[in-house]
Nanobody
Framework: QVQLQESGPGLVKPSQTLSLTCTVSGGSITTNYYYWSWIRQPPGKGLEWMGAIAYSGSTYYSPSLKSRTSISRDTSKNQFTLQLSSVTPEDTAVYYC????????????WGQGTQVTVSS
């Protein structure tokens, strides 16, 4: 059973960089052919895919967020990390990490989600 757990600060100030880590257990993030995604849900809105890192280490980003987003991984810790720069209150959301069969779909395992609020 694969488990994912998000961690990071729940409050970030405007213009700062949001950084979240997803710790994976029960499976390796280098296992063929899975993709490890970050997805968010702003209050009252639907899910938004932000980006993913593949089993190979290749990265994929939403065009609308690409200029502000970076996803990396630490294979020794079986973790992958999201960094979102220059945040605004519009980046307030519940942030999820998930495993998928495609960079932006076919999710089979999700983390429980973590609330991030952008406010001064």
């Amino acid at each position: 059973q694969v488990q994912l757990q998000e961690s990071g600060p729940g409050l970030v100030k405007p213009s700062q960089t949001l950084s979240l880590t997803c710790t994976v257990s029960g499976g390796s993030i280098t296992t063929n052919y899975y993709y490890w995604s970050w997805i968010r849900q702003p209050p009252g809105k639907g899910l938004e895919w932000m980006g993913a890192i593949a089993y190979s280490g290749s990265t994929y980003y939403s065009p609308s967020l690409k200029s502000r987003t970076s996803i990396s991984r630490d294979t020794s810790k079986n973790q992958f990390t999201l960094q979102l720069s220059s945040v605004t209150p519009e980046d307030t959301a519940v942030y999820y990490c998930a495993r998928g069969g495609q960079p932006d779909s076919e999710y089979d395992y999700w983390g429980q989600g973590t609330q991030v609020t952008v406010s001064s």
